[in-house]
């Protein structure tokens, strides 16, 4: 079953940008692979998606040996369609841990609700087609988020391994940069290959932002290389009250505050840009 959504390809731009490195501490991985679901294509509203994976009964479950969770990747039927989805119920906090490249991170937070955040987020600047639908739903007695199973034929660091290059790097790169500039607004310092899938059609989805939205204001201006004009527009014109709105159920104030302040600097650094380089240099 392939999403509606992964026939649509991204328009181009003028270097090829690997993704952001995978970090050393990481290790999280929604499990996502290449697995084909048995279901004939089909496609669906982002409302009849969020409605099944809702609402559709699981009829069976795999614990996937990868990461540091463990997600489980659900089969679920409402008894017209069957389609899997990836179960994470993760919902770690800490005062402050250790990451394996001996850093320390204050007030860690491991949580299966920054993967409904992002996808919300994603919505509201305009990024939705670059994320699987996601939803929070009680299975086994827990409660965690609920992700649309992708078909995809590879990974980034599958892509990057086996040295194979997109097809059309502009497009490939601007899918790149829309992604690096949204990495550091919902703040995933803790970025992993694997979580950047790759369709058939060569377009990109984000998954897994358990360990994102990091209560600091930094953003890292080497990810910010040009800006998409409808995405600049859509942070300039992102409110907090939306934001809370949206996702005031999955994230605290301290978190939705420093979203909003990595926006300003976002936004702020493209604004720049445009100033020094001229709008063709910084936006596209």
């Known amino acids: 079953m392939c999403l509606a959504r992964s026939k649509w390809m991204l328009v181009a731009s003028v270097l090829f ?14 499990a996502y692979c290449q697995e ?3 279901q004939p294509e089909q496609t669906f509203t982002e409302e009849e998606m969020q409605q099944f994976l809702l609402t559709a009964k699981v009829t069976a479950f795999k614990q996937s040996s990868k990461g540091i ?4 990747r659900l089969t679920l039927s409402d008894g017209r369609v069957t389609h899997d989805g990836s179960f994470q119920s993760v919902d770690d906090r800490r005062n402050s841990v250790i990451l394996d490249d001996g850093s320390m991170q204050i007030n860690f937070r491991d949580s299966y609700h920054f993967n409904i955040a992002a996808y919300e987020i994603a919505k509201l600047v305009g990024l939705g087609r670059m994320m699987p639908v996601t939803v929070e739903r009680k299975w086994e007695g827990k409660t965690g ?8 034929k590879m ?4 892509r990057r391994d086996k040295k194979i290059h997109p097809p059309d790097p502009e497009a490939w790169n601007r899918q790149m940069y829309r992604k690096r500039i949204f990495a550091n607004l919902v703040g995933d310092t803790d970025p992993n290959l694997t979580n950047v899938l790759i369709d058939e059609n060569w377009v990109i989805y984000m998954i897994d932002f358990s360990r994102a939205f990091r209560q600091t204001d930094d ?11 409808q995405l600049l527009e859509k942070m300039r014109n992102l409110k ?9 159920n999955h994230l605290t104030k301290p978190e939705i505050n420093a979203v909003m302040k990595r926006r300003d600097k976002i936004v702020a650094y493209f604004e720049q840009m445009i100033k020094q380089k001229g709008e063709s240099e910084a936006l596209y």
């Open 17 to 30: 940008l690997p993704a952001i490195p995978p970090s050393v501490s990481s290790g999280r991985n929604l």
């Open 145 to 152: 988020s609920l992700t649309w199973w992708l078909k995809v």
């Open 36 to 38: 084909a679901v048995t």
């Open 240 to 248: 907090e009250d939306d934001v809370k709105r949206t996702v005031g």
């Open 219 to 229: 953003v890292d201006p080497t990810d910010l290389i040009r800006c998409d004009r």
């Open 69 to 72: 969770t463990h997600p489980y």
């Open 155 to 158: 990974d980034e660091k599958e």
